[in-house]
C-alpha cells in the first residue's frame, strides 16, 4: 500500500511540472489530472466490483502490472499531449482501486470486527508513502533538474509489489 501511496501522491503533485518540463502546456497536466481523476471512478467501482469475484492478490499484482506498464510507456513514448492523456486515462483506471482490494484482504485475513482501525493502520503505510512520493519527487527535481529518477523508482516498485503479491502463498 506504500507503494501505492508513493506513485499516486508523486504523480498528483508533480506530473503538471513534469509535463511542462517535457515542453507541454499548464492545461495538458491538469486535463491529464482531471483524466485520472475521472478513470479512478470507474476503475475503483470495477476493483471493488471484480475483488468479489475473484483473488484480490491476483487483482492487486494486475493494478501493479499496469501500472508498471503504463509507467514505462510513459517513458518511453515522445512527450505529447496524446501519450499524457493515454497514461492518465490508463493510469486512473487503477489509480485507487488498490483501496478495496486491500480492505477486502484485512477483512478477510482478520475479520470485519476491527476492520476500520487495522485497515487504518494498512491505510498509514499509504500515506507514508505518499509523504515519501510527494517529498522526494521534490528533492530530486531540485538535485537534479529532472523527475527521471522517480519515475524510474515508481516503476520498479510497481514490478516489485506486482512480483512479491503473486509470489505470497498466504495472501488470499
Known amino acids: 500500500f506504500a507503494v501505492c501511496g508513493f506513485?499516486?501522491?508523486?504523480?498528483?503533485?508533480?506530473?503538471?511540472?513534469?509535463?511542462?518540463?517535457?515542453g507541454l502546456?499548464?492545461?495538458a497536466g491538469m486535463m491529464a489530472l482531471a483524466l485520472v481523476m475521472f478513470f479512478n471512478i470507474i476503475g475503483s467501482y470495477a476493483c471493488g466490483t471484480l475483488g468479489d469475484r475473484?483473488?484480490?492478490?491476483?487483482?492487486?499484482?494486475?493494478?501493479?502490472?499496469?501500472?508498471?506498464?503504463?509507467?514505462a510507456a510513459f517513458l518511453l513514448l515522445p512527450p505529447s499531449t496524446a501519450?499524457?492523456?493515454?497514461?492518465?486515462?490508463?493510469?486512473?483506471?487503477?489509480?485507487?482501486?488498490?483501496?478495496?482490494?486491500?480492505n477486502g484482504l484485512?477483512?478477510?485475513?482478520?475479520?470485519?470486527?476491527?476492520?476500520?482501525?487495522?485497515?487504518?493502520?494498512?491505510?498509514f503505510g499509504h500515506q507514508i508513502g505518499s509523504f515519501l512520493g510527494v517529498w522526494f519527487g521534490g528533492y530530486?527535481?531540485?538535485?537534479?533538474?529532472?523527475?527521471?529518477?522517480?519515475?524510474l523508482i515508481c516503476l520498479g516498485a510497481s514490478i516489485v509489489a506486482a512480483r512479491s503479491r503473486a509470489a505470497s502463498t498466504s495472501i488470499p
Open 140 to 151: 530530486a527535481f531540485d538535485m537534479t533538474g529532472s523527475y527521471t529518477t522517480v519515475w
Open 106 to 123: 484485512v477483512a478477510h485475513i482478520f475479520g470485519v470486527k476491527y476492520l476500520a482501525t487495522l485497515f487504518s493502520i494498512t491505510f
Open 25 to 27: 502546456s499548464p492545461r
Open 83 to 102: 501519450s499524457s492523456m493515454l497514461f492518465a486515462v490508463t493510469f486512473g483506471l487503477v489509480w485507487l482501486g488498490t483501496v478495496p482490494l486491500t
Open 54 to 71: 475473484y483473488v484480490r492478490k491476483y487483482l492487486l499484482t494486475g493494478i501493479y502490472a499496469v501500472r508498471a506498464v503504463s509507467i
Open 7 to 22: 506513485q499516486t501522491a508523486f504523480i498528483m503533485v508533480h506530473l503538471p511540472a513534469y509535463l511542462v518540463d517535457q
